[in-house]
Structures are given as structure tokens and as C-alpha cells.
């Protein structure tokens, strides 16, 4: 679904936050303060939330939070006077800066020394997406039929495919690599999954459930 | 015929799927409804079925309303109303 967001009438918060931010509000410079403080204990609290998966720790990571803050911030300044009150201000605000909080520890990825060394490996498969531990045998053929179907992707789809489910490089770190974007990456994997799964149900790996759902009203 | 659930999961995908740009678009509508306890399913189909099969994007869906239902307390100003309080 896209299309329009509903638009609300601001609730006194919200108001009151665009009211401090405008450009031509007097004491601007309070509530940008506010803004920034505000922005700066949610940037804390998402990267300690994401800490645990992320080889950024202390120092770093508070350095980290600062910076999706000030960038946060800024977008926020840049952006209030679109603000139509379809959620409160601060939820609105707080996406800006779960978005930088994301972003950088993407950026991240790649100053780690494992990034650098990871390889294709198509042992990762049944790893990454969890193996029935009673059909290990099922499996490896399932992974040889899959690296068949791979083989069928395009380039520029199997390097995505290969980068990100078989050497767990994270979407928002490849986008960087590639020169490209999440939403763009996610486009190339969705064709490729999809690929590979009519490969997969033509070769009767796996069940066309849609099919078998027509034959079965039939 | 093979069976491996997480494959076959994987794999799939939902024409519905409305990508992570129109997703991270709404996402602040999208968190409000669900941390009210309000249906964001049915008028975000498309949004629903990208967070379920976007990793990123689910945990940047997560993160927002972790924030949203747990605000980041504000430790100066707390301490300073509770000083406050106790002058008067």
C-alpha cells in the first residue's frame, strides 16, 4: 500500500514543538537545544539496544549516538515545517534518528577486520535461515538445488544474494559498498528470491502451494 | 518433494510488499497505531508484510517502538522537578 498518510490536527506537544523550531520562532535556539537532547538519549537507547550485534562498543558506540543526533537534528530542522501532525511530533522526530542510528553502524560494518576476510560460503545457508536438525540430509541437497538456482541469477542479483545471505554482510553495509540503497537492495533480493523459488517449485523441491490450492477446489 | 519451512519462508515473497523506501516513509504512523493497540495491519497491509520480511527494517520498526513506548527519560529535568517538588 502507499498513498497518503491521514493528516491530524497536532495534539499541544506537537504544537508546541513545531512552534519552538520554526525558523522565525523567538528562543529557536532552546528548543533546538531541546530537540538535540532529546534526539541524544534516543540515539543512546537504540545503540545500546543494537550493541549486542554490533562490533561497536563504548566510547565508539556513545560517539556513535552523538552523531545520529546531530545528524538527526538537523534532518528534523530541515524537514518541520512537512510536519502534518499524522503521528505525534516526538515519534515523527524519533524515526529521523533510529534512521542515523541504522545508517552509521552500517558504515561500521566495514571497520571491522571479519568484514574485510568473510567469504561465500554455502555452509552458512542452513545456518542462517535454521536447519530441521532431522533432515540435515534433505538439506544439503535443498542448498545444491539452491546454489543451482543462484547460478541462474543475474550478476549484479547473485553478488547481492551471495553478499548478503552467505557472508552475512548486513543490507545497509552493502548499499555503501555498492554505491547504491537499502530499498534498491531489497528490490534485487525480493527478484531473486523469487527466482529462486520458481526454480526450486519447477524442479519439485519445493511445493507450489497456489497451484495446489486451485487443483484442490477443482 | 522437500521440506524446509525456513526456506520455503525465506523465499517467499508478497507482491504486496511495498519495499523498505514506502515502509520507513509511514513508519512513525505505522508505529503509533501498533503501540496504541490499534489495527496498522489492515490499513498497512504492504507496510506489515515488508516489516515480516525485511530484517533492517523490522529492526528499525522495533527500535521506533521501543521508543515510543518507553521514552528515553529525560534524567535532568526529572531530577530537577523532583527538587523542585521538594521546595515547595
Known sequence: MGGATPERSLDAESAEWVDRLKVAAPHREAGVRDLHGLLLRAARREVRRRGAVTAVTGRELDDLAMQAADDATCAVLAKVDQFRGESRFTTWAYRFVVLEVSHKLGRHFWRQPRAALSEVDWNRLPDVLGTPPDQLVEVEELTRAVRRAVEDLTDHQRTVFEAAVLRGVPLEALALQLDTNRNALYKTMFDARRKIRTHLVANGYLADEVREEVSDRE | ?88
Open chain 2, 1 to 88: 518433494m522437500s521440506d524446509w519451512p525456513a526456506l520455503d519462508a525465506f523465499l517467499r515473497t508478497d507482491p504486496a510488499d511495498v519495499g523498505c523506501d514506502e515502509a520507513m516513509r509511514v513508519l512513525h504512523v505505522y508505529v503509533e497505531l501498533v503501540a496504541n493497540g490499534e489495527d496498522a495491519a489492515t490499513p498497512y497491509q504492504g507496510v506489515t508484510s515488508h516489516l515480516r520480511a525485511c530484517g533492517p527494517c523490522g529492526d528499525d520498526f522495533e527500535g521506533l517502538l521501543a521508543l515510543v513506548t518507553d521514552p528515553p527519560a529525560d534524567g535532568v529535568r526529572k531530577s530537577l522537578r523532583r527538587k523542585l517538588r521538594g521546595r515547595r
